[in-house]
């Protein structure tokens, strides 16, 4: 079965510079979600979105932006990169309304993309 | 806001053997979701299983079962007959029925000997 699809897998940045993280979310999911999850931590909600549109906002740094295309895919785009924001960042995606009805199943999660700001 | 705490940062278990991993948490909310995801060292974050706040019975995945006390707020993961693959960080974690967002215990270490 299709899973969530992070790439790239791996990605070193030095200070200051810029990185695009992206996220395809398993076929027919409305709903993609970021966190962050730092060394020795649980998992920290970023942002998320529904059929494009922002829907909900966590812990996300005013450096970083998203956004959810017309395919469903995602980006989050980190800019000013500091060394506190090295870090596994994990993209998920879930069904919300299917057919109507509002199924809001669980997330499903891709296997991260490994950042590293040295 | 909805906290998820989970009390023991490492568990250990004899292969075969049964252990039980805790999780408290606290919501205002009636209508929730609770799941169990495990993180292998390889990072990927695992569903394990998943329990609706409506429903009163626990669920269970084969050798994954729950304990679902509502009124106590507590969630706690079974794992029956033990195997090595299951070494890995178990995260207990909360999502408000229309919510968007998981919210993350800090992780439980299982270590499994044989």
């Known amino acids: 079965a299709a899973g969530v699809i992070q790439s790239p897998r791996h990605l070193i940045k030095e200070k200051r510079e810029t990185a695009t993280l992206k996220c395809y979310p398993i076929?027919?999911?409305?709903?993609v979600y970021w966190y962050q999850q730092g060394p020795g931590q649980d998992p920290q909600f970023l942002i998320s979105?529904?059929?494009?549109?922002?829907?909900d906002k966590g812990s996300i740094p005013d450096r970083f932006s998203a956004q959810q295309f017309s395919d469903y895919h995602s980006e989050l785009n980190m800019s000013s990169l500091e060394l506190g924001d090295s870090a596994l960042y994990f993209c998920?995606?879930?069904?919300?309304?299917?057919?109507?009805?509002?199924?809001?199943?669980?997330?499903?999660f891709g296997q991260g993309t490994r950042l590293t700001v040295v | 806001a909805q906290t998820v705490t989970q009390s023991q940062p490492e568990m250990s278990v004899q292969e075969a053997e049964t252990v039980t991993l805790s999780c408290t948490y606290d919501?205002?909310?009636?209508?929730?979701?609770l799941f169990w995801y495990k993180q292998p060292p390889s990072r990927q974050m695992i569903l394990v299983i998943r329990?609706?706040?409506?429903?009163?019975q626990n669920a269970t995945e084969n050798r994954f079962s729950v304990n679902f006390q509502k009124a106590a707020k507590s969630f706690s993961l079974k794992i029956s007959d033990s195997q090595l693959g299951d070494a890995a960080m178990y995260f207990c974690?909360?999502?408000?029925?229309?919510?968007?967002?998981?919210?993350f215990g800090a992780g439980t270490i299982l270590r499994v000997k044989s």
């Open positions: 998920a995606s879930s069904f919300k309304i299917s057919a109507g009805l509002v199924m809001n199943t669980e997330a499903f």
């Open positions: 076929p027919r999911h409305d709903t």
């Open positions: 979105f529904y059929e494009k549109m922002q829907s």
């Open positions: 919501t205002s909310e009636s209508d929730y979701y």
């Open positions: 329990q609706e706040a409506y429903k009163q």
């Open positions: 974690a909360f999502k408000r029925e229309y919510g968007n967002k998981l919210v």
